[in-house]
């Protein structure tokens, strides 16, 4: 279990300078991560519709990259009425995003539950034109990071780091530290307990490392399925999220490529609830993508999982919400597996 905040405190200036001195290694970095609070907590907020999810209800998971329009974000969705989801890339204090809270306002919006957790810690504002749309030269929070959203209660929630060895902090040839976009963190997925009419069922909103090789990313799909075990051992599990498969299987970006789709299938887990169809296009801050790739997913075990679309990061006047599409399923608790 983690500990669960009404609302994350911000990194103190003391800390921060902590973090600019430190030297860039490993244990360095997770020395940092343990002792700033916002890594360890996740927050909880918002207010649902429902006493408990139903029997068969929708799912969307989305990498929402920053979320710099959560209004329109939510509008996107309500047209296809999901009850849960699990995203991906949400900011909450960063000047690129309005210092907006993301998780938070899609909530608001939609009339739902949600737990938030920080992935990284954003020491800068962004790059390219991340910092163009900055109207203030500093982040109040400086926190992105994943969230799981429900219409009904939230029971129970764990954060999980996918791994520890500070990848974005550390500079060397193995790391992914970027001079432009600074930052302290890991890869993390939320694992959560929801209420439903057929009993108590685990989701999580995952996040694995886009700049690693295929053998990096199954590493953290074990990981965290070695979490799943421990947190809910008897229930049924639904994960979505951003597993960036074929990120760095180059020259084609073959998700097939990648040991962890075997893997979960040998722990008892299926892929079928995965709509069709590649999930990433051109947006506002990614303009130039590196080519079409099927990067979101959802696995499941336990339940049944129906694959229902692959949404357009669009809104109504065709204006890209995200370089990421949103992935939609449906749960069906009371069907025949």
């Known amino acids: 279990m983690t500990r669960i905040l009404n609302q994350l ?15 860039r290694t ?8 343990q002792d700033i609070e916002a890594m360890q907590v996740l927050e909880q907020g918002g207010q649902g519709t429902l006493p408990a999810l139903p029997n068969r209800f929708h799912v969307a998971a989305w990498n929402v990259e920053r979320g710099i329009d959560p209004f329109r974000i939510a509008t996107a969705l309500r047209a296809h009425g999901p009850s849960v989801l699990l995203l ?4 909450n204090g960063m000047s690129r995003t309005g210092q907006r809270h993301v998780a938070a306002d899609i909530a608001a919006e939609l009339g739902m539950h949600y737990l938030y ?9 962004g790059k390219g034109r991340e910092r163009v749309r900055c109207r203030d030269d500093f982040n109040k929070l400086g926190f992105h990071g994943n969230a799981v959203l429900s219409s009904a209660p939230i029971s129970r929630a764990c954060l999980l780091r996918l791994s520890n060895d500070g990848h974005w902090f550390r500079i060397g040839p193995d790391s992914a530290g970027d001079p432009e976009e600074p930052r302290i963190g890991d890869r ?32 953290q799909f074990d990981r965290l399925m ?15 999220g951003d597993l960036n498969t074929g990120s760095k299987v180059l020259p084609d970006f073959d998700w097939r490529e990648e040991p962890l789709f075997a893997q979960a299938e040998a722990q008892g887990y299926s892929w079928e609830g995965t709509p069709e169809g590649m999930t990433t296009r051109a947006s506002l801050l990614s303009p ?3 080519g079409p790739m099927k990067l979101d997913w959802f696995a499941h075990r336990d339940l049944t999982a129906r694959p229902l679309a692959v949404m357009p990061a669009l809104d109504g006047q065709g204006t890209p919400l995200s370089d990421h599409e949103a992935v939609l399923c449906t749960l069906d608790l009371r069907a025949e597996r």
């Open 9 to 23: 405190r911000p990194v103190s200036g003391a800390q921060l300078q902590q973090i600019t001195i430190a030297p």
């Open 26 to 33: 490993a244990e360095a970095h997770n020395r940092l991560m």
């Open 88 to 91: 991906s890339e949400v900011d």
């Open 117 to 125: 957790g920080v992935e990284f810690l954003e020491l800068g504002l």
């Open 188 to 219: 993390m997925a939320i694992l959560a307990e929801l209420v439903t009419e057929a009993g108590p069922i685990c989701v999580v909103s995952a996040h694995l490392e886009s700049n690693a090789q295929p053998l990096y990313r199954a590493q």
């Open 226 to 240: 070695a979490a799943v075990d421990l947190f809910a051992p008897c229930l049924p599990v639904l994960i979505g």
């Open 288 to 290: 130039h993508p590196l």
